[in-house]
Nanobody
């Protein structure tokens, strides 16, 4: 089994910054893509940022220039630096990773439990 644990959420004012971290553990042979998604009340879960094992990055238009995703492949971790936060960034943020656990090359997506980010105006 594989577990993803997020940390770093909290309550901040508009314009401030937060850094989210996500650590993957368990039966991991390798990790392909890792990413961050968010879900605001009454809305669908949406992509925030995603990074491949080789470092290719994709951002949602709404966070470009403000958020930075990075990863540490040696520690099976992914990070999200969030600057210039806005009230519309308020959501539960989820970590996601595509994990290979066995000899067969099958990537299974795993999710963390989510961490709340609240931005007040």
């Amino acid at each position: 089994q594989v577990q993803l644990v997020e940390s770093g959420g909290g309550l901040v004012q508009a314009g401030e910054s937060l850094r989210l971290s996500c650590a993957a553990s368990g039966r991991i042979l390798s990790i392909n893509d890792m990413g961050w998604y968010r879900q605001a009340p009454g809305q669908q879960r949406e992509l925030v940022a995603r990074i491949t094992r080789g470092g290719v990055i994709n951002y949602a238009d709404s966070v470009k220039g403000r958020f930075t995703i990075s990863r540490d492949n040696t520690k099976n971790m992914v990070f999200l630096q969030m600057n210039s936060l806005e009230p519309q960034d308020t959501a539960v943020y989820y970590c996601n990773a595509d994990v290979r656990s066995g000899i067969v090359t099958i990537w299974i997506p795993y999710w963390g439990q989510g961490t709340q980010v609240t931005v007040s105006s």
